[in-house]
């Protein structure tokens, strides 16, 4: 069963606490994104990946840190840095000879 | 600086109508134009998808349209069903490998029966 996973689906957070996201994929994609959902803003860029070991910075990446160790995993930390944590998280995948991208199930962070 | 703009916020059709949504963006150099749907809880799904060299792209009950020179394309979505409702982005981005998306700010889109 092809495609990208998201774990977990919902994840509650104390304040000062970091907390890690997990992305995987088995689609055989080369580059792998992170974004940020919050009502009425649409998706915004966290961080991107496009081989392994390199990543870029996208528009709010401030408080999140990421790394690409292996093609299929591309983790999301949620640092204590972040101001407003609380979103849906969504990661995607992508083939880079073609242009289609697809998207997680996303994780849902809530911080208390 | 937002990149690509999109209207309206929400809509309403009656089951059966044409919904329309539109986008408008700055960057020329953008040459990938699709449009997601997410229902509640879920990640996007692509929906539909064009590239500047064509006007207009046809998928089943959906069409998007494309106006290079206004630097504006769209979303029609024909015979609108209860089952459309949900909310929709559009998005652009560049030719480059691995390039990310740019979104919109989406639009909520309630069919009603």
């Not at chain 1, 957070?13 to 080369?30: F, I, M, Y």
């Not at chain 1, 860029?45 to 401030?62: C, P």
Request: charge should be positive; include cysteine.
């Amino acid at each position: 069963d092809g495609g990208i996973t998201q774990s977990p689906k919902y994840l509650f957070r104390k304040e000062g606490q970091n907390v890690t996201l997990s992305c995987e994929q088995n689609l055989n994609h080369d580059a792998m994104y992170w974004y940020r959902q919050d009502p009425g803003q649409g998706l915004r860029l966290i961080y991107y990946s496009q081989i392994v070991n390199d990543f870029q910075k996208g528009d709010i990446a401030e408080g999140y840190s990421v790394s690409r160790e292996k093609k299929e995993s591309f983790p999301l930390t949620v640092t204590s840095a972040q101001k407003n944590p609380t979103a849906f998280y969504l990661c995607a995948s992508r083939k880079v000879s073609t242009d289609t991208q697809y998207f997680g199930p996303g994780t849902r962070l809530t911080v208390l | 600086q937002q990149q690509v703009k999109q209207s309206p916020q929400s809509l309403i059709v009656q089951k059966g109508g044409i919904s329309i949504i539109n986008c408008a963006y700055e960057n020329t150099a953008f040459d990938y134009f699709p449009w997601y749907q997410q229902f509640p809880g879920k990640g996007p799904a692509l929906l539909i998808a064009i590239r500047p060299d064509v006007s207009e792209k046809k998928e089943g009950r959906f069409t998007i349209s494309f106006n290079k020179s206004a630097k504006q394309f769209s979303l029609h979505i024909m015979d609108s069903q209860p089952g459309d409702s949900a909310t929709y982005f559009c998005a652009a981005s560049k030719g480059q490998a691995g390039t990310a998306l740019i979104f919109g700010k989406g639009t909520t889109l309630s069919v009603s029966s």
